[in-house]
Nanobody
Framework: QVHLAESGGDLVQAGGSLRLSCSVSGLPFDLYKMGWFRQAPGKEREGVSCISRSGDNKRYADSVKDRFTISRDNGNNMLYLQMNSLKPEDTAAYYC??????????????????????WGQGTQVTVSS
């Protein structure tokens, strides 16, 4: 059974940092592209970042570029998102997701409704001004 579990969400002041983690089980982690998505109240889910199977290829939404860093540890089936210089508009539930579908790309980040994604339950990030 596929299971993705996010952790690390918290309440933080603007300008602060957080590191999200995602533990993955039930699938061959090193064969899956991984992504982080977020959804704010009243808004659609949006792609934040994705990473290739090896970790060599990464993509970011324009809104988080140069502030967020995605990484993965294939030996421990873990996905991470380092978030720096947080802004109130970063407030959202953050979800990790896994797919054995298309490569990590800007298009993949936009494909939030694809049935090829396996999803976690999410972790809340709240940034106060």
């Amino acid at each position: 059974q596929v299971h993705l579990a996010e952790s690390g969400g918290d309440l933080v002041q603007a300008g602060g940092s957080l590191r999200l983690s995602c533990s993955v089980s039930g699938l061959p982690f090193d064969l899956y592209k991984m992504g982080w998505f977020r959804q704010a109240p009243g808004k659609e889910r949006e792609g934040v970042s994705c990473i290739s199977r090896s970790g060599d290829n990464k993509r970011y939404a324009d809104s988080v570029k140069d502030r967020f860093t995605i990484s993965r540890d294939n030996g421990n089936n873990m996905l991470y998102l380092q978030m720096n210089s947080l802004k109130p508009e970063d407030t959202a539930a953050y979800y990790c997701a896994a797919t054995d579908g298309p490569p990590c790309s800007s298009s993949l980040l936009r494909d939030t409704s694809s049935p090829a994604w396996h999803w976690g339950q999410g972790t809340q990030v709240t940034v106060s001004s």
